[in-house]
């Protein structure tokens, strides 16, 4: 485990790290916050945190839920800078212990890699034909009101990258690959990858990965042609987009992010 330690001081936190240490049988993340029991009561300490939590900024309390920002965290402390697990954002439970003497008390936040990376985030393909983006974009932003984290390719790829790679790669990322069928998609070049990638996915995933495709109608009331490959899962032919959003919440093996009242 690769650890923070936290310790409030009257005008500023001393903040210590330690690299994980090979002995150990699980990688991960353990943060402790470490108090003086003599000068704060322990019924105190998480009304503590939560004041501290101001004042870090890879940290954020929101209700009963300590929310830890792994990114912001590989950041800024080294020990995790060859952590590519580390990534977005995971709720911590907490775990109290005090040192020998029973001076000190110790708040401790963990998890495993292994943890961190069943409870990450995953990301939903958008397979589409370049001239579908405009539709397709609509879908993205709506999923990513609901706490999703779609995939889309003019987002997810940064100047030079290949372009094959990082399909590929987006499709190891995802929990399922949405196809998006007009008249103007057809089953070849990097649309016929991305349905084989999609099909690999779901063979080595099984249930944790979902295939989901729909058939949509140009002006001209038109409908895509489903490739062959995919017509062997079930597929929609939704009569409005508002369906079609409808099918896609339904088919993911996600539920939607945290359920917050806005501010």
Known sequence: MRNITIIPNINKLDIKTTAHQV??????????????????????????????????????????????????????FCVFSNCKWMKSEIVLNYSVESDLDKTKYIVNFSATREEIEVNAPKKIFLSHKGADKPLVREYFYLLKELGFDPWLDEDAMVAGTKLNRSIYQGFKESCAAIFFVTPSFKDEDYLEDEVDYAIDEKKEKGDKFSIIT?????????????????????????????????????????????????N
Do not use: C, T
């Open 23 to 76: 002995w150990h049988d699980n990688d991960g993340v353990s943060i402790d916050f470490v108090f003086d029991n003599r000068h704060i009561p322990s019924k105190e300490y998480l009304l503590k945190i939560v004041n501290l939590s101001k004042d870090i900024d890879w940290m954020s309390v929101e209700g009963d839920n300590f929310i830890f920002n792994l990114e912001k965290i590989k950041k800024n």
């Open 214 to 262: 729909l058939a949509l109608k140009d002006e001209e009331g038109n409908v895509g042609e489903i490739p062959g490959l995919l017509r062997k899962y079930v597929y929609k032919e939704p009569n409005s987009q508002l369906e079609a959003f409808r099918e896609i919440i339904r088919a993911l093996p996600l539920e939607s992010g945290r359920k917050l009242w806005k």
